[in-house]
């Protein structure tokens, strides 16, 4: 469960909470407590945090498959197993360099990150974006802490729909 805090009393709540939320201007021992802290009182943060940590899973997945398909094919022609067909070895130090370029393309991979750009306010209002497995959506939690026409219109298109689909 997801749990926000600002006072003393939240405390033991975000302690226990699968994920844990304070606001930089709460006390000290919900800071401490929580496992993620906003350094402003904005809660918009809060959705900027889950989307980026939606965006990194992705960035580490996509190293993480990119590394394996150049392992899986690098390994076994730097030990010779083209050799019976080609008759032609890889010298060891081009095995190297090739080695040392797959890790420089994951890092200048991660390094795409530099360029993310936090969702904007109207967008999260109009789509509703999966984040993190406690089944939250930035409309969700945009509109559950959003007073005005924002929770009312959430209201009107998103209620009708979850109970359509109850039934």
């Known amino acids: 469960d997801l749990q926000f805090a600002i006072g003393i009393n939240d405390s033991p709540a975000i302690a226990q909470a699968d994920l844990g939320v304070a606001i930089g201007a709460?006390?000290?021992i919900a800071i401490e407590a929580a496992d993620m802290v906003l350094v402003r009182s904005a809660l918009m943060d809060v959705l900027t945090a889950f989307d980026i940590s939606r965006v990194t899973f992705?960035?580490?997945q996509i190293n993480f498959l990119f590394s394996l398909g150049y392992n899986a094919l690098g390994i076994p022609v730097a030990a010779g197993v083209l050799?019976?067909?080609t008759h032609m070895r890889l010298p060891p130090e081009l095995a190297a360099f090739a080695m040392a370029l797959s890790s420089v393309s994951?890092?200048?991979?991660s390094l795409l990150l530099k360029n993310y750009k936090p969702p904007r306010r109207n967008a999260i209002a109009n789509v509703e974006v999966p984040?993190?497995?406690f089944g939250l959506h930035f409309c969700d939690l945009f509109c559950t802490f959003t007073a005005?026409?924002?929770r009312a219109q959430y209201a009107r298109?998103?209620?009708p729909q979850q109970q359509q689909?109850?039934?």
């Open 148 to 150: 005005g026409t924002r």
């Open 106 to 109: 994951v890092v200048v991979s």
């Open 157 to 159: 298109n998103v209620e």
């Open 83 to 85: 050799y019976p067909f």
């Open 58 to 60: 992705r960035r580490i």
């Open 131 to 133: 984040c993190c497995r």
């Open 165 to 167: 689909q109850q039934q």
């Open 26 to 28: 709460g006390t000290d």
